[in-house]
């Protein structure tokens, strides 16, 4: 993930570093997986959120911008919560889940153009898979086997 992220940051901002730009991306899908009413968009959020801080500690890091231990420590326990909440949901499958949901953003994330919406985010454009399906899908297929009788 970690390739992709880099790549899809490099192709479309340069690892350019707004600081609240990075803030108002990371506080809206930390929103949206708190505001989600199923495993499958929770995964979704799960991932855009590690997607979008991973890509917040590339642009700091390639800028020697120091990101503070609050943010840091913030962002870390939140993805852990995240994560447990998940692990809960899914159990046994939670790893397999984890890693397939992570390849659907990616893919579609790497789909995406280069135009940005006013606030600076990378816009979605109309025909874009919807990753939230594509990852309810691919729940359902992992937690629920075929069986041959």
Request: aromatic content about 8%; some cysteine.
């Amino acid at each position: 993930m970690y390739k992709e992220v880099m790549e899809f940051n490099k192709a479309r901002n340069q690892l350019k570093w707004d600081m609240s730009l990075e803030l108002n991306m990371i506080r809206e899908e930390i929103k949206e997986f708190w505001d989600a009413e199923t495993v499958s968009e929770r995964m979704d959020a799960f991932v855009d959120t590690e997607y979008v801080w991973i890509g917040t500690q590339m642009k700091a890091s390639y800028n020697t911008t120091a990101l503070s231990d609050e943010l840091v420590n913030s962002v870390r326990q939140t993805l852990g919560i995240m994560g447990d909440i998940l692990a809960e949901e899914l159990g046994m499958w939670m790893a397999e889940c984890y890693n397939n949901a992570r390849s659907i953003v990616c893919e579609i994330n790497a789909m995406k153009g280069t135009k940005k919406t006013e606030g600076g985010k990378v816009e979605k454009h109309k025909g874009l898979r919807d990753a939230t399906k594509e990852i309810a899908l691919m729940i359902e297929a992992v937690t629920k086997p075929t069986r041959e009788y």
